[in-house]
T-cell receptor, first 109, second 114 residues
Framework: GESVGLHLPTLSVQEGDNSIINCAYS??????FIWYKQESGKGPQFIID?????DKRQGQRVTVLLNKTVKHLSLQIAATQPGDSAVYFC????????FGTGTRLQVFP | KAGVTQTPRYLIKTRGQQVTLSCSPI?????VSWYQQTPGQGLQFLFE???????NKGNFPGRFSGRQFSNSRSEMNVSTLELGDSALYLC?????????????FGPGTRLTVT
């Protein structure tokens, strides 16, 4: 069936360290991938996206890597801060957005 | 500009009842998509409306329906509520649709069915 999975349900990192959140997607024909951040009590917030014709895209403190060979997506957060604590979702676009189950990022001092 | 707004934010209903949720997209956005979020199933796509027409639909029973008005505001309706319908219902708007465009999510409506 349709699925976008995340390898780690919870990731704990120390403030200042880099975080890497991984995601496996299922549809080779997906043309677009997005990372969302969802804080408690809020809707998902767009972080960064990448099209299937790219391997890497950088934003402010975030980098998304796409490996189409193994259908893998990752989100790297540099110098993780307490405000980064949230649940992170990857999503692939295959006629509609298909979301992963989410990874909770916990940042401790 | 104002973000996506959803009303009500919280709702408690009993089994068998029906419910209507409302979503107002960002000004200028013509597409509204609805999602159901539960701890067990994650975020699941319900349907998308664009220019008052349902353009895409997820795998949900017919008890779930929606519509969009000429001002792009959208409503979704769930009839004959079941306990399993308890979830956070999110709507997202974008300029043109779910395909390859940024979607902006509202805060959601938390529905509890007892």
């Amino acid at each position: 069936g349709e699925s976008v999975g995340l390898h780690l349900p919870t990731l704990s990192v120390q403030e200042g360290d880099n975080s890497i959140i991984n995601c496996a997607y299922s549809n080779s024909a997906s043309d677009y991938f997005i990372w969302y951040k969802q804080e408690s009590g809020k809707g998902p917030q767009f972080i960064i996206d990448i099209r299937s014709n790219m391997d890497k895209r950088q934003g402010q403190r975030v980098t998304v890597l796409l490996n189409k060979t193994v259908k893998h997506l990752s989100l790297q957060i540099a110098a993780t801060q307490p405000g980064d604590s949230a649940v992170y979702f990857c999503a692939e676009n295959f006629y509609k957005l298909i979301f992963g189950t989410g990874t909770r990022l916990q940042v401790f001092p | 500009k104002a973000g996506v707004t959803q009303t009500p934010r919280y709702l408690i209903k009993t089994r068998g009842q029906q419910v209507t949720l409302s979503c107002s997209p960002i000004s200028g956005h013509r597409s509204v998509s609805w999602y159901q979020q539960t701890p067990g199933q994650g975020l699941q796509f319900l349907f998308e409306y664009f220019s008052e027409t349902q353009r895409n639909k997820g795998n949900f029973p017919g008890r779930f329906s929606g519509r969009q008005f000429s001002n792009s505001r959208s409503e979704m309706n769930v009839s004959t509520l079941e306990l399993g319908d308890s979830a956070l219902y999110l709507c997202a708007s974008s300029r043109t649709g779910t395909n390859s465009y940024e979607q902006y999510f509202g805060p959601g409506t938390r529905l509890t069915v007892t």
